[in-house]
């Protein structure tokens, strides 16, 4: 298993919309595994294939959902493959982001509080997510990648940030 590549903008994979993954072979484990080191390595609390050049629909996200209240809060997973949008409220918050595929750089982004993600576990069997908060947003920036949508795109303001000031997670 490895630590792969981070594609930066402008590569123009970050811009394709991402092919449906129909094949739940070793491959893909290798993928999945591959791009779980590389998150956790960049470090990162969300990464999508598009991001290490593979123009396929595969996220994966690791995040405690009780971290703002307490740092050692255990992290969770998550792998979603073909990732949807199924509902999403209609409450929504304007909010700091940053991308690994978009270094030294950061945004406001207007996003959902709460959405219902479908999509496929690595095996290849059906799940349904219920998220709200930040693990929202970093689910819908995630599955924007799948679709050629960086969070630039959608920030109402955007700025480098100082040296000394603190960055936000990279999703």
């Not at 593979?54 to 992290?75: G, M």
């Not at 999509?119 to 995630?142: D, S, V």
Request: include cysteine; charge should be negative; glycine fraction near 6%.
């Amino acid at each position: 298993m490895a630590i792969r590549e981070i594609v930066y903008t402008p590569d123009p994979v970050l811009r394709r919309k991402a092919h449906k993954i129909t094949n739940f072979d070793k491959d893909l484990q290798v993928l999945i595994h591959d791009m779980v080191e590389t998150m956790r390595e960049a470090p990162g609390v969300g990464l999508a294939a598009p991001q290490v050049g593979i123009s396929s629909r595969l996220i994966v996200v690791e995040y405690a959902e009780n971290e703002e209240e307490d740092e050692d809060a255990p992290k969770k997973l998550y792998v979603v493959i073909n990732p949807e949008i199924d509902e999403a409220s209609e409450d929504m918050e304007l909010g700091v982001e940053g991308c690994l595929s978009v270094p030294r750089m950061m945004g406001e982004v207007n996003r959902h509080l709460q959405v219902t993600v479908k999509g496929l576990n690595r095996q290849g069997k059906p799940i349904k997510l219920k998220l709200k908060g930040w693990l929202a947003r970093i689910f819908q920036h995630e599955i924007d990648h799948l679709e050629g949508i960086l969070y630039t795109d959608r920030a109402t303001k955007l700025w480098r940030p100082a040296d000394d000031e603190e960055v936000q997670d990279n999703v």
